[in-house]
């Protein structure tokens, strides 16, 4: 393929793939949607194998390899590669601590619509262990 036609390609796969995600996030504000299909969806979001943080983190762990190549040629800076680098990790992490909670998110998309004792409200704790 000419560079051009690869730049052209390149530009409206990430356009397209920009603009699926605007229409997933609209998607979620709807007004009528119901918890459990925004759960699902974001269920699905969150899958570290097949959704699309995992699939982000392989995107920025394969343009670390990408930018490591080019730091070693001289093109790129070897800071570019290092940032691409932790980026991938941090991704890696956030995509690890979100698994923990898939059962839970899981179970949460598939309760039937009403239940008969509602959930009680829990405080909200904020826990970070990094």
């Known amino acids: 393929m000419p560079r051009t036609r690869q730049t052209t390609y390149a530009a ?3 356009d397209s793939i920009s603009r699926q995600l605007s229409d997933l996030t609209e998607y979620l504000t709807q007004p009528g949607l119901s918890p459990e299909a925004a759960i699902r969806a974001l269920t699905r979001v969150l899958d570290p194998e097949e959704g699309i943080l995992g699939r982000f983190t392989g995107l920025m762990a394969t343009g670390s390899v990408f930018a490591k190549t080019q730091a070693e ?10 940032a691409l680098g932790r980026a991938a990790n941090e991704l890696h992490d956030i995509g690890l601590d979100v698994d923990e909670h898939a059962d839970a998110l899981t179970d949460f ?3 039937p619509a009403t239940t ?3 959930p009680t409200a829990a405080p909200l704790v904020v826990r970070r262990r990094r």
């Open 116 to 118: 008969a004792n509602a």
């Open 12 to 14: 409206a796969l990430t």
């Open 73 to 82: 040629r001289g093109a790129l800076p070897a800071e570019v590669w290092l």
């Open 109 to 111: 998309s598939t309760r």
